[in-house]
């Protein structure tokens, strides 16, 4: 597919990770920008699975299922101004990857994630990740914090702009359609959420836990700007994106996999298993062993 956010490559700076572009080395072609999206996808899910096996620490399906999306906001969806909610907190891993991709994070500081003294902990918390605003894992908070600070930005005519990614499951909870209520009502077009819809929660998958799999049409009778993309398709995000109407909060809903592309691949024990003692990732990212 090719690319629609040319422009948006310019912003794609050095890191410290390893990926050494420079705005004077921006690609010229659609197939030199789909080649680089594609080889800052597979180095963050390599660094994701890498991190996740040394630390032996669970959760994985629910990273791979958001990390399409976290690392092309954190690339080239996001101003530097702009701010950041992961309310489903149990993604960690991927928000670290994706600060890490852009040159927030070190490699030392990734070693350490889930490890006693990190900064790095299962759950974002404390102030030693770059642009944490609160700390999440308790499910269902983040919109209503992420619709204050839209309002808050408003107010004070900054421009900036919310992002904030959620889980399917959250959207259970009462909390997240009062704040849908409260920012259709602002007329919110500066905050955007992004649900990863990938089918599963804790207990099962959403439509068996509260027959609960038509969340697009759900928030759209609410008065959001609601669009549906493919998740782990970044032309796809990207378009999702810029797809926001004036005067209404904009809700991107990604169609994804849970646990993508591992053994256990759209099942419940990637929610919360670790990866096998086995496991070996190989250059795409994927299991080489223990594909059981």
Same mark, same amino acid.
């Given at each position: ?9 310019? *912003? ?6 390893? &990926?050494? $572009? ?8 659609? &197939? ?12 963050? *899910?390599?660094?994701? #699975?890498?991190? /996740?096996?040394? +630390?032996?620490?669970? /959760? ?6 958001? =990390?399409?999306?976290?690392? !092309? #906001?954190?690339?080239?969806? &996001? ?12 993604? !960690? ?11 927030? =994070? ?11 003294? @990190? @900064? ?10 770059? %642009? $944490?605003?609160?700390? @999440? ?11 204050? #600070? +839209? ?23 009462? +909390? ?11 007329? $919110? ?48 995000? &990207? ?20 646990? *993508?592309? #591992? ?9 919360? $298993? ?11 990212? +994927?299991?080489?062993? %223990?594909?059981?």
């Amino acid at each position: 597919m090719t690319l629609a956010f040319g422009f948006a490559m310019k *912003r794609f700076l050095p890191t410290r990770a390893g &990926m050494k $572009l420079s705005q004077d080395k921006t690609p010229s072609t659609s &197939m030199d920008q789909q080649a680089i999206v594609d080889e800052v996808i597979s180095r963050a *899910r390599r660094r994701l #699975l890498c991190m /996740h096996l040394h +630390a032996k620490a669970g /959760h994985v399906g629910g990273n791979l299922s958001c =990390l399409e999306a976290i690392v !092309a #906001l954190h690339h080239w969806g &996001m101003k530097p101004e702009d701010q950041f909610v992961l309310s489903k907190g149990h993604s !960690a891993g991927a928000l670290y990857v994706a600060l890490w991709s852009v040159g927030k =994070l070190s490699d030392a500081e990734l070693d350490s994630f889930c490890r006693d003294d @990190t @900064t790095l902990p299962g759950h974002p918390s404390g102030t030693g990740i770059p %642009g $944490l605003l609160f700390s @999440t894992g308790s499910l269902g908070h983040g919109p209503s914090l992420s619709a204050g #600070l +839209a309002l808050a930005a408003r107010h004070k005519g900054s421009g900036k702009r919310v992002f904030c990614l959620c889980s399917d499951g959250e959207w259970q909870e009462g +909390a997240c359609w009062e704040a849908l209520t409260f920012a259709v009502h602002q007329r $919110l077009d500066n905050l955007t959420i992004l649900i990863d819809q990938n089918g599963w929660q804790g207990f099962g998958r959403t439509e068996e836990v509260v027959s609960f799999n038509d969340l697009t049409s759900r928030l759209e009778s609410f008065g959001g700007s609601v669009v549906s993309v493919d998740g782990h398709d970044i032309a796809a995000i &990207m378009g999702g994106l810029g797809a926001g109407q004036a005067n209404r909060p904009h809700i991107v809903v990604l169609k994804t996999v849970k646990g *993508r592309g #591992l053994h256990y691949e759209d099942r419940l024990d990637s929610h919360y $298993l670790p990866l096998p003692d086995d496991f070996n990732v190989d250059a795409r990212g +994927a299991s080489t062993e %223990g594909s059981r």
